[in-house]
Every structure is written in structure tokens, then in C-alpha cells.
């Protein structure tokens, strides 16, 4: 939660190429106050069987640029989730690279507002993603 000095973040993915919550993506978190700062790693959590990501860690006081790195390469990897493939009628290493994942992880960064809460969902398919503030 988000306290008058503090913003707070959550997220969660939705895998639209299959239309279904993207569970067991490692999620890190980082924060930096100002655009000169260094980061600071935080912590980091996983995504439920919802997709969402619960218990991130709390934002120092003073963040104003968080940024959010998912790991995304594993979860396209994982068996279940190559049917998102025969779906799309597209080869799994079509421009992808070696490991078959064009995108191995997504970094999002964004500023914040202390007070604020920022609910940042990723919507993912194997060869694009977007993302916006949720509420």
C-alpha cells in the first residue's frame, strides 16, 4: 500500500495468445530517486495462477522511477504454453533467435508519484507485448 510518502505498484499478465492468465513469471523489481540515481534492486516475486503479482516488496521513500523486469523467456518455454504457437500458425523459432523466445524478458519503466498507487499490467503473446497504467 501506498502511504502520503510512499507510491505502491502491482501487476499482473494476461498471455493474450492464449486468452489466459501468464502464471509463474519472475518479476523483479527496482526502484531510483531521479534519473541519475542508481538503481536499486528491491526483491522480486512470481505470478499466480491469476497472473497478478501479490506481494511485491514496498518502494522506498523518495522513488520517483520504478521499473519492472519480467522473465517471460521461461514461461514461453514451458510445454503447456507452446500451443499459443499452433494457435498462431506461427513457427516457434520464426526470428526468435536460439532460444526460440523473441522477447526473453520484458523491462518496463515508468515515474511515480509518492501517495499513488501504479497497477502496471503486461499483455503478453510471443512475439509482442504491451502495457499500460491499470487502476
Same mark, same amino acid.
Request: with cysteine.
Given at each position: 500500500?501506498?502511504?502520503?510518502?510512499?507510491?505502491?505498484?502491482?501487476?499482473?499478465?494476461?498471455?493474450?495468445?492464449?486468452?489466459?492468465?501468464?502464471?509463474?513469471?519472475?518479476?523483479?523489481?527496482?526502484?531510483?530517486?531521479?534519473?541519475?540515481?542508481?538503481?536499486?534492486?528491491?526483491?522480486?516475486?512470481?505470478?499466480?495462477?491469476?497472473?497478478?503479482?501479490? !506481494?511485491?516488496? /514496498?518502494?522506498?521513500?523518495?522513488?520517483?522511477? &520504478?521499473?519492472?523486469? =519480467? %522473465? +517471460?523467456?521461461?514461461?514461453?518455454?514451458?510445454?503447456?504454453?507452446?500451443?499459443?504457437?499452433?494457435?498462431?500458425?506461427?513457427?516457434?523459432?520464426? !526470428?526468435?533467435? /536460439?532460444?526460440?523466445?523473441?522477447?526473453?524478458? &520484458?523491462?518496463?519503466? =515508468? %515515474? +511515480?508519484?509518492?501517495?499513488?498507487?501504479?497497477?502496471?499490467?503486461?499483455?503478453?503473446?510471443?512475439?509482442?507485448?504491451?502495457?499500460?497504467?491499470?487502476?
Amino acid at each position: 500500500m501506498s502511504s502520503s510518502t510512499t507510491a505502491s505498484v502491482s501487476t499482473h499478465i494476461l498471455d493474450t495468445s492464449v486468452g489466459r492468465p501468464a502464471e509463474g513469471v519472475a518479476v523483479r523489481l527496482a526502484a531510483r530517486s531521479g534519473t541519475s540515481a542508481d538503481w536499486q534492486e528491491l526483491g522480486g516475486s512470481a505470478t499466480d495462477a491469476d497472473g497478478r503479482c501479490k !506481494d511485491l516488496p /514496498a518502494l522506498p521513500e523518495g522513488t520517483t522511477h &520504478v521499473r519492472l523486469d =519480467f %522473465a +517471460v523467456e521461461a514461461y514461453f518455454q514451458r510445454s503447456e504454453n507452446k500451443q499459443a504457437d499452433a494457435q498462431q500458425d506461427a513457427p516457434a523459432n520464426r !526470428d526468435s533467435g /536460439a532460444s526460440g523466445v523473441f522477447f526473453p524478458e &520484458v523491462a518496463i519503466t =515508468f %515515474a +511515480v508519484n509518492p501517495g499513488e498507487h501504479y497497477h502496471v499490467p503486461l499483455l503478453l503473446n510471443p512475439f509482442g507485448y504491451s502495457v499500460y497504467r491499470g487502476s
